[in-house]
């Protein structure tokens, strides 16, 4: 069996009319050459920022004050899931292996949240954004995001669908479980043929270390009851982070209609991605991902060029006529949350 394939294929493989002229720009200007260093930097910094909270945490011992590591633990957690995402789209490095290496040890052990399960939903949604019948993160969930998914539910999905946008951040509290939870369905799936035996044994194996790995620090440095505590405060937290950091990217954006004509890349990319306005500290708390239409136009492009990146992008909309969508990271989750509340209105009017 082959190898889960990295996020997306290259660019340079999808360079539709409209598209490129805006690859050979960017290709140009240098910014599709990988920053390895920089990641390498960011990542030694990450392990000893981590380093540092359990340090903390076996300092201050059995004490209710340990819940307090649980906030920068989560934050922490999330730039590893980041590293883990960014080899997904081999931005760290070209070789595949080591891709898979880096995605695996941050995912998987780190984390404890299966690498390959991430890898092929996320490569699902890079290729058709916003679409209902192939984008997995528009598929009917314990959330949906059409009116035609919302007349469709019964019983208490369709009282959760009435109150989803009131709901939503409540039920970020439970991703970071979630996401251990869909690991383990992936590598114990017999019928998944999407990866070889030995590559979810590997994988198994990284999962179930994580999980001893992390029961044992906690119970090592507190009582049992302590250490439920913090490690349903620390998965409530890093749940919620991660969900606010991917809910402004595509919720309340065009959805291209299934049956209604093909968007080329650009297009496709662009007007179902939304960006978020920031500095600094906005690029390192979102993890880039505030850059959200270059980052699906350019998967490949290292998370640092993703800003020098934008000018080149928004001019090239501009002479196209292509609407080009950013805002604040406030308004960007109203604009999320309203498009929840029109899905689930005919359902609260009895129209649904």
Known sequence: ???????????????????????????????????????????????????????????????????????????????????????????????????????????????????????????????????????????????????????QREGLARWLTRNQARLFFPLLLLEGIALKVYGFRTVLAKDDCRQAPRERAVEGLLLITHLAGYAGLLLMVMSPGKAIVFALLHHALFGLHLGMTFAPNHKGMEMPDP????????????????????????????????YQIEHHLFPSMPRPHLRHAQPLVIEHCRALGIPYTQTSLIDSYRQALTHMHQVGEPLRTGRG
């Not at 920089?38 to 981590?50: C, E, G, P, Q, T």
């Not at 890079?126 to 997995?136: G, I, L, Q, S, T």
């Not at 968007?263 to 708390?285: A, E, M, P, Y």
């Open 1 to 151: 069996m082959p190898h889960t394939a990295s996020l997306l294929v290259g660019p340079e493989q999808r360079t539709g009319s409209d598209f490129a002229p805006l690859l050979r720009t960017v290709k140009a200007h240098g910014l599709l050459a990988r920053r390895t260093r920089w990641y390498i930097v960011s990542m030694a910094a990450n392990l000893v920022a981590l380093a540092a909270t359990v340090t903390a945490m076996a300092f201050t011992g059995d004490s209710w004050w340990t819940l307090a590591a649980a906030l920068p633990l989560a934050v922490l957690w999330s730039r590893t899931a980041f590293f883990g995402h960014d080899a997904g789209h081999a931005q760290i490095s070209g070789d595949r292996r080591v891709s898979r290496a880096v995605g695996l040890f941050h995912s998987d052990l780190l984390l404890g949240m299966s690498y390959s399960w991430w890898n092929d939903k996320h490569n699902r949604h890079h290729a058709n954004p916003n679409h209902v019948d192939k984008d997995p993160d528009v598929g009917v969930g314990v959330m949906v995001w059409t009116q035609n998914q919302a007349s």
């Open 259 to 290: 049956a209604g004509e093909r968007w080329g890349h650009l297009q496709r990319q662009v007007l179902t991605s939304r960006n978020v306005r920031g500095g600094v500290f906005t690029d390192w708390l979102l993890g880039g991902l505030n």
